[in-house]
């Protein structure tokens, strides 16, 4: 990101994507809630629940970067002017 705007627009995507992957992590524990409380296997289920947990983890690291360097645009567009 070399602007404040790719900046906005990223974060506009990534906003959509995690709303995505919080969705499918909602899925995915109602499903293994259901699944467990019948007496069936679960497994697969959770396996991919710690993928999309440890997915979203990144994401959060992933904004709390990009919002870094947004703050350091932002500043340097400031002393520039």
């Known amino acids: 990101m070399n602007t404040i705007k790719e900046y906005v627009d990223w974060r506009a995507q990534w906003r959509r994507d995690y709303k995505e992957l919080s969705d499918e992590l909602r899925i995915d524990k109602m499903y293994i809630r259901d ?28 904004r709390k970067i990009a919002k870094a360097r947004a703050i350091d645009l932002w500043a340097k567009e400031k002393l520039d002017q």
């Open 35 to 62: 699944t467990m409380r019948g007496g069936g296997y679960a497994g697969t289920a959770q396996y991919e629940l710690i993928f999309h947990k440890e997915r979203a983890t990144k994401m959060l690291i992933d």
